[in-house]
């Protein structure tokens, strides 16, 4: 009976909106808090591979977004304003900005250029078509390289070219003026410049 | 006073190329990302992390879950505990009240054995656990990395030389977690190393910490393999 009432109530979720889940969220219901996280592991997922690339950083983000998710499910002001999908997004980049923060801290005194051999490897997997272990190494010397930069600058300079934003959503989306993701891209890309001049 | 204008940057299609590239080869694979999100008890292990760092009456359904039951979950009314702990004080108070008017007289037998001073009794030390791997861990992450754990911690007690009863023997540890992926563990040698660190870095493994004790230290044994890298953690109490 129980196991019944529990199979119908999971159907019910899957079949409602997410405005509707929060709100039962908001009253005690697990249930629905569970299918909102079904529905967007993936994506805050995918927001977290963009910066992290090792599975458990994945796990860490996801764990983090829907932490704070929960924490603020209460300001979400429902979909007059923005999705629960787009709500979530802006959380997950903000708590991907907390983790890069974390990780520079942690890594400041180990950060070095790369060498040579780094360099041209990364160079070719880059502009090749590298095989799977070539394609591990690699990943790890553009992480390498990429944590050289401002955990802001980073975020901005991802958010352009892996999203393809404009300027003004990702200034929408951190809740910064559109001035400053302008410095902030131009900073990074001008140090990302340095780089190349110094691979070529 | 001179204005400063900015001039519009010039498009560098090579510095946008080198960009792009950099980023698209920096993030993770398809592969890793499905594998992240849908990773066994990742949702178990949202829900004790929220367990462990909200207040009780924040999170209400998790409480109701994971500690009490429906029951004291449907309890969880401020009214009803209200009631309940008004009820519960005046219960007391009357039983005090008929105990000290009680007009029943106390055996004198009795009397003496309660007059006599009672001898020192010291309990007996508990049992100790045989292995360490016996001790309890949360089970769901228990379930989600047993293969690898039960190989390092098997090699580890094997390369360990027999314990003098000393304080660590007395310990009560987790079993050992993972902290990154090994293959053939068996073949993998390394040291165990005694750390401090601060209990919230439990919460990063999943385990769950209550919010008042985040700031104190714990101990830990971590696996460190011959390359430097930690291989595998437990936490000591």
């Given at each position: 009976m129980t196991y019944t009432v529990a199979v119908l109530t999971a159907l019910e979720h899957t079949q409602t909106g997410d405005d509707e889940l929060v709100t039962a969220a908001i009253a005690g219901d697990q249930d629905a808090f569970g299918e909102l996280f079904l529905r967007h592991k993936r994506m805050v997922a995918a927001i977290g591979g963009r910066f992290f690339p090792r599975r458990e950083q994945i796990e860490e983000v996801i764990q983090m977004s829907f932490y704070q998710a929960y924490v603020a499910l209460r300001q979400?002001?429902?979909?007059?304003?923005?999705?629960f999908a787009a709500w979530l997004k802006r959380i997950t980049v903000n708590t991907c900005l907390d983790e890069l923060r974390k990780l520079q801290r942690r890594n400041e005194n180990l950060i070095s250029d790369l060498s040579e051999p780094e360099t041209a490897s990364l160079l070719e997997a880059m502009w090749d078509d590298p095989s799977a272990e070539r394609r591990t190494v690699s990943r790890d010397l553009a992480n390498k390289l990429l944590s050289r930069l401002e955990p802001e600058d980073r975020l901005a300079l991802t958010l352009l070219?892996?999203?393809?934003?404009?300027v003004v959503e990702i200034g929408e989306l951190l809740g910064w003026s559109v001035s400053k993701v302008k410095g902030r891209t131009h900073k990074a890309r001008k140090h990302l410049q340095r780089a190349m001049k110094r691979f070529r | 006073m001179k204005k400063i204008t900015h001039q519009p940057e010039e498009r560098d299609v090579g510095l946008d190329e080198f960009c792009f590239d950099l980023i698209k080869t920096a993030r993770a694979s398809e592969q890793e990302i499905n594998a992240a999100a849908n990773a066994p008890f990742l949702y178990s292990r949202l829900l004790a992390r929220i367990a462990a760092e909200q207040e009780p009456r924040a999170s209400a359904f998790v409480e109701k879950e994971t500690h009490q039951g429906w029951t004291l979950g449907f309890l969880s009314n401020w009214g009803w505990n209200w009631a309940l702990g008004a009820t519960a004080v005046a219960l007391i108070a009357l039983g005090g009240w008929y105990w000290l008017n009680s007009s029943s007289p106390v055996p004198v037998a009795v009397k003496q054995q309660v007059q006599q001073p009672t001898p020192e009794v010291t309990a007996p030390p508990a049992p100790l656990p045989e292995?360490?791997?016996q001790m309890s861990a949360p089970s769901q992450i228990a379930k989600n990395k047993t293969a690898v754990r039960t190989k390092l911690a098997a090699s580890i007690r094997t390369k360990r030389?027999?314990?003098?009863?000393?304080?660590e023997s007395t310990e009560i540890a987790t079993d050992y977690l993972p902290l990154t992926y090994v293959a053939n563990s068996d073949e993998r040698s390394g040291q165990v190393v005694r750390v401090e660190m601060p209990r919230s870095a439990m919460l990063a493994l999943g385990l769950p910490v209550n919010n008042e004790q985040t700031g104190e230290v714990v101990k830990a044994d971590v696996i460190v393999?011959?390359?430097?890298?930690?291989l595998a953690i437990r936490f000591v109490r």
């Open positions: 979400y002001q429902g979909g007059q304003t923005h999705s070219y892996e999203d393809e934003w404009t | 292995t360490p791997n030389t027999l314990p003098v009863l000393t304080e393999g011959d390359d430097g890298l930690a």
